[in-house]
Structure formats: structure tokens, C-alpha cells
């Protein structure tokens, strides 16, 4: 997608919570329960999805300098990609989003907004969780969303949405 800096970009998302989890274990989340929710593991439920975004300039290849930094939480031998541009730029919370109960049992949840196209390309992604927001030891700064596990991305030029995978070469943001 091309947009041109000052347009607006309509971000319309979908996504489709299971009926069953696979989950094998049936014990609270002990993130939840120090806030007072009682949410087993097997049984999670949407809060909030995070939308971010960041700048993207050149290609790095996997391994070249400014590829990854080491993993401050202490991984041993663990690289993450780090863009210092990254930010956490709206949170659209479950109750936000249209519900509408499928025949087998699941839910599909929908919401609509809106972006400025920036001056410099860069990407929009989501990352839905059943964290509260500033669920306490849980870490959620503004500027440093924690690395990609998953994602689904499109390609966009103006502000984009990067389609490289985890794997591969990628763009240097920031």
C-alpha cells in the first residue's frame, strides 16, 4: 500500500477467538490473579490489542550489524531485532470491538481506525493480549513493545507494514 504523508490510513482488523484452546493446563495465570482476575490458562480471554508502529529504512541481512541486540532479560545466547522507534501507538480494548458469535462455537471480533501517513515509511502491526493494561511485572513500556512472537503483516510504502519474515533479510528501522 502507498500512502503519501498526511493521508489517512483506515486499519480495519478481524480476528477470530477459538471455542476451544489447546492449552493443557487449567491453573489461573498467575499474572492475573495478582490483580484479582481468575482466568485459567487453557481459558484466556482477549483484553486488548496493542497496534504499533515504527520507521523502517534499508534492508539488514541476518547476522550484519544493527541486525539484533543482545536479550537484556538474560536468554542465554538470545538475540531480539530491537527498532528504537517502536511505540505502542493505540490500544483498542476488547470492549471496543464488534462481537458476533460463529456457528462453531467461536467469536469473531472486529474494530476500525485510523492512521497519519508519516514523512518516513514505516509499519503498523498488532498484538493482541489477556493482560490488563499496567498489569504490575508484566513489561509493557510505551516504547519498547516486547519482541514479535507472531504477527500477520501486509506490505505498505508511506507508512507500511512490513511482509519480511522473522527469518529473512528485513528493514532497518529507526
Do not use: W
Amino acid at each position: 500500500m502507498v500512502a503519501r504523508p498526511g493521508d489517512k490510513v483506515t486499519v480495519e482488523m478481524s480476528m477470530t477467538i477459538p471455542a476451544k484452546n489447546n492449552s493443557p493446563y487449567a491453573f489461573d495465570n498467575p499474572l492475573l490473579l495478582q490483580v484479582g482476575v481468575r482466568q485459567p490458562l487453557n481459558r484466556p480471554s482477549l483484553d486488548h490489542v496493542d497496534l504499533i508502529t515504527g520507521q523502517i529504512n534499508n534492508v539488514i541481512p541476518p547476522g550484519g550489524p544493527g541486525y539484533a541486540v543482545p536479550n537484556a532479560a538474560g536468554v542465554a545466547g538470545a538475540a531480539i531485532v530491537y527498532n528504537p522507534t517502536t511505540v505502542i501507538s493505540q490500544k483498542i480494548h476488547r470492549s471496543d470491538m464488534k462481537s458476533r458469535r460463529l456457528d462453531d462455537g467461536s467469536t469473531r471480533l472486529t474494530f476500525t481506525t485510523t492512521f497519519t501517513a508519516g514523512n518516513t515509511p514505516g509499519y503498523i502491526r498488532a498484538r493482541g493480549t489477556n493482560i490488563p493494561v499496567a498489569t504490575p511485572n508484566v513489561n509493557r513500556q510505551r516504547r519498547q513493545p516486547a519482541p514479535r512472537l507472531q504477527q500477520r503483516s501486509g506490505h505498505l510504502h508511506g507508512p507500511c507494514l512490513p511482509g519480511a519474515s522473522p527469518g529473512g533479510p528485513r528493514r532497518q528501522e529507526g
